[in-house]
């Protein structure tokens, strides 16, 4: 049976299931609850059975079909297999016509029916098992039904667990991608020394095929990456705060209702621009530019700098200062502007030194995160900035950031076992950790600024 009709049959079920407890309840004129939670209460006890049943599907390839599928193929090859994930994947490609690359090898062959025959036996063992819930689910509650039941509460008590469940997932999904990091970051650390990556000064993680050649050993101190992000990153928020800020300020206290409707739209445009865009751009018109002024003043640049990779990516994260911003200072109570005013301060007064003050943690927000935006961004700084880890301060000079060369290290076929790779992974987690310090600072600085009005 497909997904498809599957998904049919259960939602027909609850449905059902639904409809008579609600029919049921109409008919009966001392209850508990309105007719609508007897209905919703029927439908859940019929529907939450067959979705945990259905969670099955999710784990019945790698707790199931994978393990006896290998193990049927290392059996029958009477060798140790390696590479078993990658054996693995051929079969489920040949198996579901994806792989166009025909095998004589009897091995293989035999593992592919192998998997169809297992995969065939555990979707109808599943179907089976989720059509029975449900109906043991429609069977049960019809028979508990009874006037003095209290479905609202249950089904007020089914959606909190409901939305505990879905406020977990965010938890969990963060603990996940922090306990993967963790792991193989320890990984590269087992190889690579702690100090050598925090504090070296040359980033050079191509490996050498061989022992003899030049830089065999590879070389990653993250310095040079961690002053290129900052770098970049710092030229970026210097065009998108003032710009940002300002243009906030502006919309929110200055301009009138109708161009505020047609110009806070328009300025965010700008963030639905996609980042490719911008980099060619920044490659294309910015870089160019830069270096014929620079050409014209006795300077040199090269082609491919952190200016032209920080000048656009400023422009892209300025909707998010100023269309953050404009929201937060527009939320602030306008009897506090007539209280300044009526004290005698002017315009500019009541926005500087009452305004500003009250919407600081808001506006504190906004900025973290446009910086946060502008030190993950990876495109512009690979299309604009290029990918030389050079240690410096020099805006017209080429450098590269932690993002970039983490796309760079995972691209193409890689060894995870090879420090070149599991690096990208330490580059990660730095850049997570460096991200949480820096909430952390917002948060201590909202805390410190933050004051309460009625």
């Known amino acids: 049976m497909s997904s498809l ?43 939450l059975p067959m979705l945990a049943i259905s969670s099955l599907w999710l784990i ?63 979707d109808t063992f599943i179907l089976t098992m989720l059509l029975v819930s449900g109906l043991l689910g429609f069977r049960g509650v019809n028979r508990r039904f009874k006037e003095s039941t209290p479905a609202r509460e249950q089904v007020e008590r089914i959606v909190k667990i409901v939305l ?6 965010a938890v969990l999904t963060t603990a996940g991608i922090v ?16 100090t050598d990556f925090l504090f070296g000064t040359h980033w050079s993680p191509q490996m050498a095929i061989r022992a003899d050649q030049a830089g065999s050993s590879g070389a990653f101190g993250a310095i040079p990456l961690f002053v290129g992000t900052l770098l ?12 940002g800020l300002y243009s906030a300020i502006y919309l929110a206290e200055y301009a009138q209702p109708k161009l505020r409707a047609y110009a806070k739209p328009a300025l965010e445009i700008l963030a639905g621009i996609p980042t490719v865009v911008y980099g060619f751009f920044a490659a294309l018109t910015v870089a160019p530019m830069i270096v014929d002024i620079c050409r014209a003043a ?14 656009v990516m400023g422009i892209m ?46 506006i504190v927000s906004a900025l973290l995160l446009a910086f946060s935006r502008a030190i993950g961004e ?6 604009a900035a290029g990918l030389a880890a050079n240690m410096t301060a020099n805006p017209l000079e080429s450098v590269t950031t932690i993002t970039a060369q983490i796309v760079t290290i995972l691209v193409g076929d890689q060894s995870f076992d090879s420090p070149k790779t599991l690096s990208a992974f330490a580059l990660g987690l730095t850049l997570f950790c460096f991200t949480l310090l820096l909430n952390i600072l917002a948060l201590r600085v909202v805390r410190k600024y933050r004051e309460q009005y009625a």
Not at 14 to 40: C, D, E, F, Q, V
Request: aromatic share 6%; no cysteine.
């Open 5 to 47: 009709l599957t998904f049919v049959v259960a939602l027909s079920l609850t449905l059902m299931s639904g409809l008579r407890g609600w029919h049921r309840a109409k008919s009966k004129s001392n209850l508990h609850s309105r007719p609508i939670y007897h209905g919703l209460n029927h439908g859940l006890w019929v529907a």
């Open 60 to 122: 019945s390839d790698s707790m199931i079909i994978k393990p006896s599928v290998l193990s049927e193929l290392t059996q029958n090859s009477k060798v140790l297999l390696k590479d078993t994930d990658f054996r693995y994947l051929e079969i489920t490609q040949i198996a579901n016509g994806l792989l166009l690359t025909h095998t004589d090898d009897a091995n293989t062959l035999q593992a592919v029916q192998s998997y169809l025959q297992t995969k065939e036996n555990t």
């Open 164 to 169: 505990a469940a879905s406020s977990a997932v």
């Open 179 to 194: 306990m993967a990091l963790l792991f193989e970051t320890l990984r590269f650390f087992q190889q690579v020394p702690f």
């Open 232 to 243: 970049i990153a710092s030229i970026a928020m210097l065009i998108a705060v003032p710009v």
């Open 298 to 311: 006795g300077l040199s640049a090269s082609s491919e700098s952190a200016l032209a990779a920080g000048l």
């Open 317 to 362: 994260i300025i909707p998010f200062v100023s269309s953050l911003s404009e929201d937060v200072i527009s939320a602030v109570p306008q009897s506090l502007r007539d209280g300044s005013l009526a004290m005698g301060a002017t315009k500019a007064e009541t926005i500087r030194k009452v305004v500003l003050p009250s919407a600081l943690p808001g």
């Open 378 to 383: 990876t495109m512009i700084v690979v299309m």
